[in-house]
């Protein structure tokens, strides 16, 4: 079965220093930089996704900004598929289906920012148009959230969405499942 990697909105602004820093960003690079590095030496496809806000009210993610660009950890090398996306769900309004279709890819490998937002939407919108999906959790980070009088800490909310996600869309597994079930293929 081919299989390619969606590195989704690994860019500056979610790592420290950043306009919107996620809660274990850091340590979910590393995991995506290890995952990254196994499939560029198998030569397996790898699609990364950046986010650019377009909205006069975005505080981050903005154009031509250092915060927009690809993370260090996980950055482009030639060859490697950058698709650019104005929406959470990464096949919205983009190109990705098209160019997933000519790779011929039948499974998705997914981790990046944030669980809650672009994970999510970008998982489910593959599933349903029928990928086979593995989102490596400890390859994805997200942040607190509110809502009414209550504060979701960032691992609960990925908790959540991480459980959501496996109950239906996707298997999801940790860096080191995915390392154990890929040598069993």
């Not at 198998?42 to 927009?68: K, M, R, S, V």
């Not at 593995?134 to 997200?142: G, M």
């Not at 909310?157 to 154990?180: P, R």
Request: charged share 20%; glycine share 6%; net charge negative.
């Amino acid at each position: 079965m081919n299989t390619g990697l969606l590195l989704v909105d690994m860019q500056n602004d979610y790592f420290p220093g950043g306009k919107m820093e996620l809660v274990g960003i850091s340590e979910a690079g590393l995991k995506a930089r290890e995952l990254l590095r196994f499939f560029r030496e198998n030569e397996w496809p790898t699609f990364h996704i950046q986010h650019l806000a377009l909205q006069d009210q975005a505080t981050f993610f903005i154009p031509e900004t250092p915060g927009a660009a690809i993370h260090e950890q996980v950055k482009p090398v030639s060859g490697e598929v950058i698709i650019t996306k104005h929406f959470p769900n990464s096949f919205r309004e983009t190109e990705l289906a098209e160019v997933l279709k000519k790779a011929k890819i039948e499974r998705l490998v997914i981790c990046g920012a944030m669980s809650h937002m672009c994970i999510d939407a970008t998982t489910r919108a593959a599933a349903d148009l029928g990928y086979e999906c593995v989102v490596i959790h400890d390859a994805c980070a997200t942040r607190d959230l509110a809502f009414g009088e209550l504060t979701l800490p960032a691992i609960q909310v990925h908790g959540a969405f991480m459980a959501a996600l496996g109950a239906a869309y996707a298997k999801v597994w940790s860096l080191e499942e995915f390392n154990a079930n890929r040598v069993a293929e």
